[in-house]
């Protein structure tokens, strides 16, 4: 049996209730036995055995009062995965499906993909299954008060810089960075993607959207291709969505479609950012808003979506961007893509496709950019606000968007090397995999057991 093998069923009977982190596992262990095969120090060091198990896993009870004055309760965590090579780095995600397996799957491909950046930050992820959705500003804000509490005594900007990812944005960073500062009484950068006016970055808002199209640009430009004139379909309408809407129609393409966890839009003439905007971060609306606001759109609610389909993938295009959650692109879908001519697909959100679709798309031999390095500009410009803060800097946003531009064609090339270097060019999965592992794993040779 494979090196591989053992230490997947070894996971597999450890932790069978955490389904996500397993699909994350086998994705990556699966792609590393060129790697493994031709270096035996790695088993030698048992890293594969350490690097799938977190240093750390803070669990802890939040308490909050609503404004009816009922007592909530919720459940925080913070998986503080491998700080092998940087402090611990990586979002804060509030949704009712967060559970420690969702966290531990998010940690571990942070890992690879902060390795992969080539900046000195670590893998961690945390949050709660608090859902922010119908609840109050001041109730969000009772919520982030008291996850704080609890949390401030295990980040620092030098140990753990957690960041935003689903159900955190701007306003709950704020309330956070807002709790940090009156526990501690310091003013650090512990968190990313603060606002610019308490020492955030310009350009991190927008920077994990842009840099997915910066990513699947030069995956487009090494097929000698340009978004010039392109269809694109992109799912989710948060932050990721938004913003890699904005930088499409940028670079010349069509963003035609975006959708939340009610339904999706699609609109021939293509999404209107500054509605999507005003809908999503003023309103805080549904999508059936949009429509309201737009006469071209059209909006399908998801009880009409194809039998176990997500509608967006339906539409024709030459270019796909899923930047919702994960598991939201199956093989029907894949299969859906391929017959319609798709030629690309970026993932900005994290594990958006499974593990099928992911095959599909390598034996089509398309452009296909995985999340851990396609979405990678979100943590890489983390990194430069962290870099700002601790120089006591503010660079404008040229500045960082230049860099971003650099760090997501940096990513790319070295994906695409390594996947030469593998025999297997490309395949984009294997390249960052191996790229991010490498980096991580040979570190944690040289910091001793
Ligand atoms: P947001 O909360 O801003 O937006 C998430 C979007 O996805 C919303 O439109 C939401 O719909 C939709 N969505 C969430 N869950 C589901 C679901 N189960 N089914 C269908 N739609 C869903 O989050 P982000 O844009 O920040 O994050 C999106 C993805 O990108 C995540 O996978 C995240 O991990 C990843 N990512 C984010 C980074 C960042 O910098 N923010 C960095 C790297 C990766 P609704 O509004 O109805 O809930």
Not at 44 to 51: D, G, Q, S, T, V
Not at 97 to 111: A, C, D, R
Not at 268 to 294: F, H, M, N, P
Not at 379 to 392: H, R
């Amino acid at each position: 049996m494979s090196y591989v093998q053992q230490v997947m069923d070894s996971l597999k009977e450890k932790y069978a209730h955490q389904p996500v982190f397993l699909q994350a596992a086998q994705e990556v262990l699966q792609s590393l036995q060129p790697a493994l095969d031709k270096n035996k120090k790695y088993q030698e060091h048992k890293i594969l055995e350490r690097i799938v198990e977190p240093e750390r896993v803070i669990s802890f009870r939040v308490d909050w009062v609503d404004d009816k004055g009922q007592v909530q309760v919720n459940r925080g965590y913070r998986v503080q995965y491998n700080s092998a090579i940087g402090p611990y780095k990586g979002g804060l995600r509030l949704h009712p499906s967060v559970n420690l397996g969702v966290l531990k799957f998010l940690g571990f491909e942070q890992i690879f993909k902060n390795a992969l950046s080539g900046l000195a930050i670590g893998g961690g992820k945390g949050g709660s299954d608090f859902d922010p959705k119908g609840k109050s500003d001041t109730e969000v804000m009772r919520f982030c008060q008291a996850f704080m509490t609890e949390l401030h005594r295990y980040i620092g900007a030098t140990i753990d810089v957690p960041a935003g990812d689903i159900g955190v944005g701007g306003r709950e960073i704020g309330y956070l960075y807002g709790q940090w500062k009156r526990l501690t009484q310091s003013f650090e950068g512990v968190l990313t993607g603060k606002n610019v006016l308490y020492g955030g970055s310009l350009a991190r808002t927008e920077a994990t959207g842009y840099g997915a199209v910066y990513f699947a640009q030069r995956m487009l430009e090494s097929r000698k291709e340009s978004f010039e004139g392109k269809v694109c379909t992109v799912s989710g309408a948060g932050n990721v969505a938004t913003y890699c809407c904005e930088k499409l129609w940028q670079v010349g393409a069509r963003p035609v479609t975006v959708s939340d966890s009610r339904g999706m839009i699609y609109d021939a003439e293509g999404i209107r950012v500054d509605v999507l905007k005003q809908v999503k971060e003023v309103e805080r609306a549904s999508l059936t808003r949009y429509a309201e606001l737009v006469s071209s759109a059209k909006y399908t609610p998801v009880t009409e979506y194809p039998q176990g389909r997500n509608a967006v993938w339906s539409v024709p295009c030459d270019a796909a961007f899923p930047c919702a959650t994960q598991n939201e692109l199956n093989l029907a879908d894949a299969e859906s893509l391929l017959a319609n001519g798709c030629k690309c697909v970026a993932e900005g959100a994290n594990m958006p496709s499974t593990l099928d679709a992911v095959h599909a798309f390598i034996k089509a031999g398309i452009a296909y950019g995985p999340a851990k390095a396609a979405n990678a500009g979100g943590v890489s410009t983390s990194q430069l606000e962290m870099a700002q803060n601790a120089s006591m800097q503010s660079w404008p946003f040229e500045t960082v968007d230049a860099n971003l531009k650099r760090i997501m064609t940096n990513i790319h090339d070295s994906a695409a090397a390594t996947a030469e270097e593998f025999g297997q060019p490309g395949n984009l999965v294997l390249g960052a995999n191996i790229a991010g592992f490498r980096k991580v794993a040979d570190t944690m040779i040289m910091l001793g057991v």
